[in-house]
């Protein structure tokens, strides 16, 4: 049956549910609709990927409201399982941070990550971050959950003060973030399942949810636990921001190094193993369903006999 709650209303109660969840990382098309089709509940953006992929610059602040905003709706519209999506750090003050999620939850989507570095921000995983005060991201929450028209609309809290002002005043701004009235919390470039169990303890019941980064590839910002370890631990959520955008850059990569070495021998390249075919385009992007509306409502002016006479 299809579930007709919203897509606010069916995160919440994933994440109500016990459910252990794991969010990949989506930045067009192709990956959000390919993260639905293989079976996974949730999905999530990444600022940076988006960043880089719309953009082609590193995540250093250079992506606006605007364009972030129109992209993930995009997304979100591409999808039928619930979409959370990275709003930076809100765009500003408080007051930017209430039009920011009045323009997420406008664009469908069921959640937002908002964090408490300054602006300009930077990706989480780099040098150089800065954080504001706990006080102001504590105004930042409460303007977001001011914000939402529709209670189920998920804030999610992301801290950055883990790199720079250590584990006991992250856990602090926690406790502050979870009484302003954060649905859950994101602290970043958690390394240590030590770490981990302190957030979740802080947190005080609120779901915790975890970067893991590439997901299947060790990094150091961000651990490589086993899931079953880190639902044992009491994380709710895990999010996997670059493993999706490095899976299709190493085949992309692969596939025009083998285009290249075919432009200087002359010989054609048949490497089938390395591509999809036509025919897995089309079904992911959904082309029987726009096919059987074509035949549905295009039937004017002869489009029906065409139609048929150009697909026999």
């Not at 953006?45 to 988006?50: E, K, L, R, Y």
């Not at 930077?122 to 105004?139: F, Q």
């Not at 025009?256 to 025919?279: F, H, K, N, T, Y």
Request: hydrophobic letters at 45%; a neutral charge.
């Amino acid at each position: 049956m299809t579930d007709t709650r919203s897509a606010p209303a069916r995160l919440r109660a994933l994440l109500g549910s016990g459910e252990f969840i794991v969010s990949p990382g989506v930045y067009d098309g192709y990956s959000a609709r390919l993260v639905e089709a293989a079976g996974f509940r949730s999905a999530c953006t990444s600022g940076a990927a988006i960043a880089n992929a719309i953009l082609g610059v590193e995540d250093l602040g250079m992506m606006g409201l605007s364009e972030n905003v129109n992209h993930c709706r995009h997304l979100a519209r591409a999808i039928s399982i619930p979409l959370t999506c990275d709003a930076d750090n809100g765009y500003g003050n408080p007051l930017n941070v209430h039009y920011t999620v009045r323009l997420f939850e406008e664009a469908g989507v069921a959640g937002v990550n908002i964090e408490d570095q300054v602006s300009p921000k930077r990706c989480g995983h780099m040098p150089g971050k800065e954080v504001v005060s706990k006080d102001e991201m504590v105004k930042k929450i409460e303007a977001a959950c001011l914000a939402r028209r529709d209670d189920d609309f998920v804030i999610i809290a992301r801290t950055d003060a883990l790199a720079v002002e250590g584990l006991d005043a992250t856990l602090d701004r926690i406790a502050a973030y979870v009484a302003a009235g954060a649905d859950a919390i994101f602290p970043d470039a958690v390394k240590t399942e030590d770490q981990i169990a302190r957030v979740v303890e802080a947190a005080r019941g609120r779901p915790v949810s975890i970067n893991m980064g590439f997901g299947i590839r060790a990094r150091p910002t961000t651990p490589l636990i086993p899931l079953p370890r880190l639902k044992a631990l009491g994380v709710r959520r895990i999010s996997l921001p670059r493993m999706l955008p490095a899976a299709a850059i190493k085949a992309m990569r692969e596939a025009l190094g083998v285009m290249r070495e075919a432009m200087e021998s002359g010989v054609p390249a048949d490497r089938p193993d390395l591509l999809v075919g036509i025919d897995e385009i089309w079904a992911l992007m959904g082309f029987g369903e726009m096919q059987a509306l074509e035949k549905r409502l295009l039937t004017v002016g002869g489009y029906e006999a065409k139609y048929k006479a150009t697909s026999a």
